[in-house]
Structures are given as C-alpha cells and as structure tokens.
C-alpha cells in the first residue's frame, strides 16, 4: 500500500522510511482485517489532510501496543533517529481520564471539590509528569492513580524517544477540556489535552 484515502484527498505513505524501520526487525505489520477494525489512524487521517493541505508530506503510521522497559528503550533508540530529523513531524494521539463506571474507572478525591474537579487535578498531575520529560515519572505516575490514559504507551514511548535522543525539547499543553462535568457516580465523562514538543532555544552566553 502506498497512501491512504480520505474524503478530503490521498495521503501518500513515505515507503522509504517504513521499509528502513521494518529492517530493524523490531515492528510487527498488521494485517488488513485487523487494520481495517482499527479506528485511531482512520479518524486522525483527515485532520492530518486538512492541516498539511497544500504542503508535499509524507505519512509513517505507527501504532503503539503495550510495551515493557525494554521495549520502550528499544523502539526509543529506533525513532530518537527521526526525532532529531528537524523536517520530521511527531504526531501523538491519546485521550486523557475516561471517567466513569462504564470505564470501570472512579478514583474522586473529594478534597479537589466536585468530581469532575477531582478528574481535572489528576490530569493536571498527569500532564505535570509528562512536561518532567522523564518516562519514569510518568509511569510512576500511572503506577499510582492508574489513569485511564487510552494511549498512554504512547505518551511513554514519545518520553523515552526524545530521552534517547540529542535534541533539547520542552512540552507545552495548550488546551485541556472534558466531555462533561461529572457531578453524581453515575455520571461519565473523556478528558482531552492538546500539547506541543518544542525545541529548546540554546542559552546565548
């Protein structure tokens, strides 16, 4: 396959780079039942169209599974390569607390206020992990509040790509939202943050 249909237009895939990253004989390629079931990629597949509109750019999907220690060191080291390549565009995709019993997921500290309050402070201290840049601390993190963070293997192997790498970045959230404001137990809610990996500026002596 070399592109991806949309309704807005075809992106074309950057086959060059998905054949060297298939040589490293570390990535498993899905086939197209299991493709074709899988939703993330497809819904994202438009916006990436309209934003890039008018641009020449090329796509290297990769979806991220659960991964162990290792596995965040290995494939860490594999990507930090394009990381540091400034023409490279990291695109990561995960939403924040899924709260409710649907989800199987109830933690409120009624210290914080009403429970979406309780959801917002522990998002917040999700987000504070992620801006450590360290991967330890965030899932340490995930260790003790077991947030609902669908994509936070993600999220942790974005840390350990860029900890593997030489570039100097920061992370900066711009915008923090939920579905809904839970107020009662039988109430649910999805929370959804937006950030940017910038590039930290060398200090002029």
């Not at 992620?130 to 077991?146: A, G």
């Not at 669908?150 to 570039?167: D, F, M, P, W, Y």
């Not at 809610?189 to 590039?199: C, D």
Request: net charge negative; with cysteine; glycine share 4%.
């Amino acid at each position: 396959m070399d592109e991806y249909e949309t309704p807005l237009g075809n992106i074309k895939l950057d086959r060059l780079v998905i054949d060297e990253l298939a040589k490293a004989k570390e990535f498993d390629v899905l086939d197209q039942e299991d493709e074709e079931q899988e939703h993330s990629l497809e819904l994202h597949l438009p916006y990436i169209y309209r934003m890039m509109e008018g641009q020449d750019f090329l796509l290297v999907p990769i979806m991220v599974g659960h991964m162990d220690n290792k596995a965040l060191s290995t494939f860490g080291k594999i990507l930090s390569k394009y990381f540091e390549q400034p023409e490279t565009l990291f695109i990561i995709s995960t939403d924040f607390c899924h709260w409710g019993s649907r989800f199987s997921y109830t933690f409120y500290d009624s210290s914080c206020g009403e429970i979406w309050q309780s959801i917002e402070e522990l998002d917040s201290k999700g987000m504070k992990a992620i801006e450590t840049l360290s991967t330890e601390n965030f899932l340490s993190y995930l260790k003790q509040y077991k947030n609902t963070i669908c994509g936070r293997h993600c999220v942790a192997l974005l840390l350990e790509t860029i900890a593997q790498s030489s570039v100097k970045a920061g992370v900066r959230f711009v915008h923090y939202a939920q579905s809904s404001r839970c107020k009662k137990k039988n109430d649910s809610s999805v929370s959804y943050v937006s950030g940017l990996i910038e590039e930290k500026q060398s200090e002029k002596s």
